[in-house]
């Protein structure tokens, strides 16, 4: 997980793609608009870097994670989860104090509602997978974050 004691939001996918597990950062597919979204809420450049995305989410009160810790998975298909393990969210509810969590796409929203019994904030899926919301749509759903920082 990506957070600190300041951070009020957190965000959590449903397991990194295979793109995001290769370069080791969430959201790392290029075609994924997970990072233009957030820079246009803050009006700020696009992170490139690892550092960059980490200290951008940082500096913005976020904490970043996923709803699973494992699962079987086929490339990066939500539809092929098996066996899907949730992540113990008590390493952030403790320490710091998030007022809302959000999860990207119907699958992370099920699972997290299924796994742990509460209930998350369902926001769109970046990935280059959702075609049927353009970027502009997007941003507009994704306001609802600053919302609760």
């Known amino acids: 997980p990506i957070f600190n004691k300041e951070s009020k ?3 959590l996918g449903t397991m990194p793609s ?36 980490e200290e951008f989410i940082l500096n913005h009160n976020i904490a970043l ?5 494992s699962c ?3 490339g990066s298909s939500d539809s092929s989860i098996k066996d899907p393990i949730v ?10 104090n998030i007022t809302a969590v ?12 299924d796994l742990t019994g509460k209930d998350s904030i ?4 970046t990935s280059p ?6 970027l502009e749509e997007l941003i507009k759903e994704y306001k609802i974050i600053l919302n609760y920082l």
């Open 9 to 11: 939001v957190l965000i």
């Open 18 to 53: 295979f793109k995001s597990r290769e370069n080791n950062m969430y959201y790392s597919h290029p075609k994924n608009r997970f990072w233009v979204i957030l820079s246009s809420l803050f009006n700020e450049s696009v992170p490139s870097s690892n550092k960059e995305k």
């Open 65 to 69: 994670w996923d709803v699973l810790k």
């Open 72 to 74: 079987k998975i086929k």
């Open 87 to 96: 992540n113990d969210f008590n390493i952030i509810f403790n320490n710091c």
């Open 102 to 113: 959000f999860t990207t796409g119907k699958k992370a929203t099920k699972l997290y509602k």
């Open 122 to 125: 369902y926001l769109p899926s």
């Open 129 to 134: 997978a959702n075609c049927s919301l353009s």
